[in-house]
């Protein structure tokens, strides 16, 4: 990515903001009109919003920037999603949401869909499909206790109107669930869906849980074939936005966490990216991509990296907050 910053690199590809001066920082502010924000790591960790980050937002939104806030959790919906960000402060739009799970359910409209959606997931799914007039069905009740995996399999009622599997991150996930997700798509017309593929989500630095991508692997595995994946890195979920010329391509800057979802998606648009390191990915998984002799692991080396979002506070010219 091409932009006016000095070469003040880590290595090749990464610019570190803290090593510019305020003249430096203020002239790549420049670069950009739209800013696309991930939000768990970004902008708040669970459901504290992470210091320093909604004023640092706040303020460059001040300065007459355009946000978005996009991301792949699934398990709420926009709607959700955005009471959650207005409850911290954050001067953003429903509209502005972006979500895994909401393009889902664009995906599914846009393809006049007409059956009903298997969910393995969240509530998050099912708001975003009843939102658009399709109809999902949660796993049934648990079976009773004792009963077998192959009793189950072969008594469990089937719905001949499920066209369509949808698989996102599931605290619930079990061998029930998957092996009715996967009878559905025995079927080579029904639909297989996944929000997301994030591997992990840091509870501490030493402590992670699974991921979206976890169930939707364990659901790829048996099935035997890939879904289409809705959410980061996949451009789809911006895909709408850039057609309307609501995003420009060359002048937006995806500040992300994670490399292989937010920096890649970043990538893939065309986009500015910016690593903030204060989730997932830090310099040394930065580093490590530089020195890997996987093909197009170069796709997630970000141009620009910042301990955290609110290190940037500092630079702006207007201040909220």
Not at 54 to 69: C, H, S, V, W, Y
Not at 225 to 232: A, I, M, N, S, V
Request: overall charge positive; some cysteine; aromatic content about 8%.
């Amino acid at each position: 990515m091409n932009t006016s910053i000095p070469s003040i690199q880590i290595k090749k590809g990464v610019c570190q903001l803290l090593a510019l001066n305020r003249f430096s920082v203020q002239q790549w502010l420049k670069t950009f009109d739209t800013m696309i924000f991930d939000a768990d790591g970004v902008l708040w960790n669970s459901d504290k919003p992470i210091p320093g980050a909604p004023e640092t937002f706040n303020a460059l939104r001040a300065m007459g920037k355009r946000a978005f806030i996009c991301t792949n959790h699934s398990a709420s919906s926009r709607q959700k999603l955005w009471c959650k960000a207005q409850s911290m402060d954050l001067l953003i739009a429903e509209d502005e949401i972006l979500s895994s799970s909401g393009a889902l359910a664009r995906y599914l409209q846009e393809r006049k869909f007409k059956g009903k959606v298997f969910i393995v997931g969240g509530q998050g799914i099912a708001d975003e499909l009843t939102a658009v007039g399709i109809e999902s069905l949660p796993m049934d009740e648990a079976p009773a206790l004792g009963t077998t995996l192959r009793e189950y399999v072969e008594h469990m009622p089937m719905d001949s109107a499920v066209g369509a599997v949808a698989v996102g991150i599931d605290n619930n996930f079990n061998a029930f669930k998957l092996s009715k997700a996967c009878c559905y798509l025995r079927n080579p017309k029904v639909l297989f869906l996944a929000t997301n593929n994030d591997r992990s989500f840091a509870v501490t630095p030493e402590r992670h849980i699974p991921g979206a991508g976890v169930m939707v692997s364990a659901v790829q595995a048996v099935a035997k074939r890939p879904p289409f994946t809705c959410g980061k890195p996949n451009t789809y979920i911006v895909l709408h936005l850039i057609r309307e010329g609501l995003i420009k391509p060359d002048r937006t800057l995806m500040v992300g966490d994670t490399l292989y979802t937010d920096i890649l998606f970043g990538y893939h648009c065309g986009f500015q990216t910016l690593l903030v390191g204060t989730g997932n990915s830090n310099l040394t998984d930065v580093a490590k991509a530089q020195e890997s002799k996987k093909p197009l692991m170069y796709q997630q080396i970000p141009d620009l990296f910042l301990p955290k979002l609110a290190d940037l506070h500092k630079f702006l010219p207007s201040k909220n907050g």
